[in-house]
């Protein structure tokens, strides 16, 4: 097992939880609190081994921190998961067991939803936690948060298209989607309203064939690697993390890359191979940050319309991270990192002056 001091040498504070009972395994990872609670879904997934659950928290939560801090938000980083596979091992019992942990954290740690955990689960934490967020609608939640996301990500598609082509619209450009699941749905269905092309894939055909039967004129390719190969205006990638290959970046026709999916240069340096092909890559967390406006907005009372206004900054703020990358001479990825560190540093550092 790696050493947790070792490997989280940036992070705050993280947090074993164990109750052997209902068969909770669960990791807290604060990974700052410079701006405000740490904010960040809490993942189930069947991780092999503990090893791989603690690096992946650690991540995670780190990206929070950027991508909170990118935003404009007054939260900082956290991230949680939860060891097992949802279906067999989540029960009430564990829930609620994971809810009183986290409410052992006095709100250091603000939960929501991430993959494998939903709105209706968060609301069984929420009988043990007052920190939580993503909860139904029913519980004065926000619901599905994909839908600021997709519309998120849609603003930060204009922002790149007036860097490269001196319009905002997307009209008359060819998109490239691949995933259309929750948060890819909804921003074929931007795209179709702006007058772009849409091309989508998916791996799942019930998700093509839902788009379809919603936006009949889109078109459809077999698979990812088709569609990177064909010829695109924007690639969007809305499935999985790492789809920023150097294969893909050497076969993209697109001039923009701007999409939902998190993590998607593959290893470092692809950003700088993105930049060398002249393709403009809008950071995924700046670009797919409107999920977060949205849970985060349910901590003052959920009002749809004011965390709506507050995603359409995302336009400004991508187009702030082009501007600052023509400015330094770095890659937009760079460039957003040290956007949000300067926010971490000049913010935070008020924190240090006692208030009466
Ligand atoms: N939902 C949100 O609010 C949100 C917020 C920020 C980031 N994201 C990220 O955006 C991405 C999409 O999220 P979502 O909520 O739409 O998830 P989702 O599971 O609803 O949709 C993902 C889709 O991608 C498809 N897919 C999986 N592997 C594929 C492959 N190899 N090729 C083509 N399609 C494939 C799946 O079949 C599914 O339809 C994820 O990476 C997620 O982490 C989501």
């Not at 007036?162 to 074929?188: C, P």
């Not at 788009?211 to 499935?239: F, I, K, N, R, W």
């Not at 294969?247 to 998190?262: F, K, M, P």
């Amino acid at each position: 097992m790696s050493d947790v001091f070792e490997l989280a040498t940036e992070h705050e504070q993280v947090v074993f939880c164990n109750d052997q009972a209902s068969g909770l395994r669960a990791i807290v990872a604060i990974h700052s609190t410079a701006l405000g609670p740490a904010l960040g879904g809490t993942r189930f997934y069947p991780y092999p081994s503990t090893d791989a659950a603690l690096h992946d928290v650690l991540n995670l939560s780190r990206g929070m921190s950027y991508k909170a801090a990118l935003a404009g938000l007054d939260l900082g980083g956290g991230k949680a998961v939860i060891i097992g596979d949802p279906h067999t091992l989540k029960s009430e019992a564990l829930l609620r067991a994971y809810g009183r942990f986290v409410e052992t954290l006095g709100g250091r740690y603000v939960t929501a939803c991430d993959v494998g955990t939903y709105s209706d689960d968060m609301d069984v934490i929420a009988r043990e936690c007052s920190h939580v967020t993503g909860r139904t609608v029913a519980h004065g939640g926000a619901g599905d948060s994909s839908v600021l996301t997709a519309y998120g990500v849609f603003q930060g598609m204009r922002a790149a298209a007036t860097a490269a082509w001196g319009t905002d619209s997307l009209a008359g450009r060819t998109v490239g989607i691949s995933g259309v699941g929750k948060v890819g749905r909804h921003l074929a269905r931007h795209l179709v309203d702006d007058g772009a092309s849409v091309v989508v894939t998916d791996v799942y055909a019930p998700a093509v064939a839902a788009l379809v039967s919603e936006l009949p004129g889109v078109a459809v390719v077999g698979s990812t690697q088709q569609l990177v190969a064909s010829q695109l205006d924007v690639y969007a990638p809305c499935a999985l993390g790492g789809a920023l290959t150097d294969d893909v970046v050497e076969t993209l026709s697109a001039r923009i890359v701007c999409g939902a999916a998190n993590n998607q240069l593959a290893h470092p340096g692809i950003e700088k191979q993105l930049a060398d092909r002249g393709i403009l890559y809008a950071p995924d967390y700046c670009v797919n940050a409107g999920g977060l406006i949205q849970v985060a907005d349910e901590l003052e009372g959920f009002s749809f319309e004011r965390a709506r206004q507050r995603a359409t900054g995302i336009f400004e703020t991508t187009k702030r991270v082009f501007e600052l990358a023509d400015a330094d001479g770095v890659p937009p990825a760079v460039a957003a990192d040290r956007l949000a560190e300067r926010r971490m540093r000049e913010v935070g550092r008020l924190r240090g002056v006692w208030v009466a």
